[in-house]
Structures are given as structure tokens and as C-alpha cells.
């Protein structure tokens, strides 16, 4: 049909003339003299008022940004929901055990607490040599490092002469498990990157090395430990090193860094 004003060409059943935007209210395809009378009847208004803004660019723009915008509040919660499963996920069992044994009580208040039962001697005899302790509890999943099988993890408590648990440190062996010497930092490692002060995720973003023991004291501090190995330009040796950085549990800071070499003469896994 033609628009009765400006006479263009417009689609059958339109509200408005998309070219002059005169108003086809009763008219149909045979011209202005075919002028039908509406009825004065609100619902209908409103039934055409929706019928054109509904179909007008504007509005058709605004309904594609705010289809666009569902869309990415969707994708970042997918996101964020992922986040948060993998960071619930990459804790072990061990770890969270380890952040809820309450130091300074007696192993049997200890296992009702953490809902643990430790036992005083570990399937694997070799987890003795690695550290001394008087109760652990281990992964039921075993690995394998250099031909020794050892748990996935370990959470080792010991205690003073009166039987108060007074220190547990948590073992994370599958760190090592592509190479016992650590990750390979052949240009050697800045402790300068440690900065008093710091925080936990601050530290390991500038560390950017997975910790291979949690050690938590009856003084309020947690030392975590993380290994690394560089290559001697001069005479070819590849020398393992323990960094320890060491953390007040009150504010969470870092109080202390340092690094010791790990004695290839000494026990494989050894921190000490």
C-alpha cells in the first residue's frame, strides 16, 4: 500500500509511515477516500502503540544491547562459578584438614575437631625419614617419586613432653612429581620478589611456584615451602634449593624469606 501523505510505498498493516511517519490509521491500499473512522477504543490504541515501538530501530536496537548484556552477565557467572569450583577442587583433603587443626590441644581433641582419625605410624615407611612426627594422617592414593611410593599427601602432627600438639605440617608430594628437584629456575631465584608485607596470593603470583609443604606452628606462623633447582653454568650441576617464606597467621604477612640448599647426601624429600 501507499502512504495517503507522502504516497511512498509502505508494508500492509503499519501503524506509522516509516518514510514521513504520518499515522496509517484506517486507511488501506486503495487510498485516502477508503479512510475508515477507528474505533475510540483504548486497547486498540494500545495494541497499535505496542505494535509500532516494538518494531521501531530504536527500540529493536535497545532490546539487541540488552539480549547482548544477558548474555555476558550469564558467561560471567559461568565464569566466576568455574573460579570458584577449580580453587575448591585444587585444595586437597589434606590441606583444608591442615587449616583446621586447632594447635595447643592434645591429638585426641585434635581428631574430634577435624573429624580425622590419626594414627601414630604411616603405611609408608619411608614418609619416617622425611620428618619426624607422632601422628599422620595420608591420602589414600599413592605416587610414585624416583621409585618410591609415597601418598598423594601427608598431614603430620607432632607434640611436646606433655603431649600437646605443637606443630603440623602438610606434605603435597604430587608437586614433585614430574621432578623431586622442583621447578627449574635456571637464571636463580630473586628473594628481593618477597616483600614484607605481602599476603599469601601476592607471594605465590611473584613466586609463581607451587608450594610443596605447609608447616604451621604453636607461635602463630606458617611457613611455606617451595622448591627450585638451577643448572651451575660452570661446572654443569644441577643444584636444588628449598625457599621458605614464612607468614604471620594473625595479619596473614610475610615476616621472613630465605633459601637453603637441599644436600643431595640427605634424604631425597627432605626439608629440614
Same mark, same amino acid.
Given at each position: ?8 510505498? &509502505? *508494508? ?5 509511515? !516509516? ?7 484506517? %486507511?488501506?491500499?486503495? $487510498? =485516502? ?73 592434645? &591429638? *585426641? ?5 577435624? !573429624? ?7 603405611? %609408608?615407611?619411608?614418609? $619416617? =625419614? ?143
Amino acid at each position: 500500500m501507499k502512504c495517503p501523505k507522502c504516497k511512498e510505498e &509502505i *508494508e500492509n498493516e503499519v501503524a506509522f509511515c !516509516g518514510i514521513c511517519g504520518f499515522k496509517i490509521h484506517g %486507511y488501506t491500499d486503495e $487510498g =485516502e477516500n477508503d479512510f475508515v473512522q477507528p474505533q475510540n477504543n483504548k486497547k486498540n490504541r494500545i495494541k497499535e502503540f505496542f505494535s509500532h515501538t516494538e518494531n521501531s530501530p530504536g527500540v529493536l536496537k535497545r532490546n539487541k544491547k540488552l539480549k547482548f548484556a544477558g548474555i555476558s552477565i550469564f558467561i560471567l557467572i559461568i565464569v566466576m562459578l568455574t573460579v570458584y569450583f577449580l580453587s575448591v577442587v585444587s585444595v586437597t583433603e589434606g590441606e583444608r584438614v591442615l587449616k583446621d587443626i586447632p594447635l595447643g590441644r592434645n &591429638i *585426641e581433641y585434635i581428631s574430634k575437631e577435624t !573429624g580425622v582419625d590419626f594414627i601414630p605410624v604411616s603405611e %609408608y615407611s619411608y614418609l $619416617g =625419614e622425611i620428618n619426624r612426627y607422632n601422628y599422620i594422617f595420608e591420602s589414600k592414593k599413592n605416587i610414585k617419586i624416583e621409585g618410591i611410593n609415597l601418598p598423594e599427601w601427608a598431614v603430620m602432627l607432632s607434640y611436646d613432653s606433655g603431649g600437646i600438639i605443637n606443630l603440623a605440617a602438610y606434605y603435597d608430594f604430587t608437586v614433585l612429581i614430574r621432578d623431586w628437584k622442583g621447578v627449574k629456575k635456571d637464571a636463580g631465584f630473586d628473594e628481593s620478589v618477597i616483600l614484607y608485607g605481602m599476603n599469601l596470593k601476592e607471594t605465590e603470583k611473584a613466586i609463581n611456584i607451587p608450594p610443596y609443604t605447609i608447616i604451621m606452628g604453636i607461635d602463630n606462623q606458617s611457613t611455606y615451602v617451595y622448591r627450585y633447582n638451577k643448572t651451575d653454568s660452570l661446572s654443569g650441576n644441577t643444584n636444588v634449593f628449598n625457599l621458605y617464606v614464612v607468614f604471620d597467621d594473625v595479619s596473614g604477612e610475610v615476616t621472613d624469606a630465605y633459601s637453603n640448599a637441599v644436600d643431595f647426601g640427605r634424604v631425597l624429600l627432605n626439608i629440614n
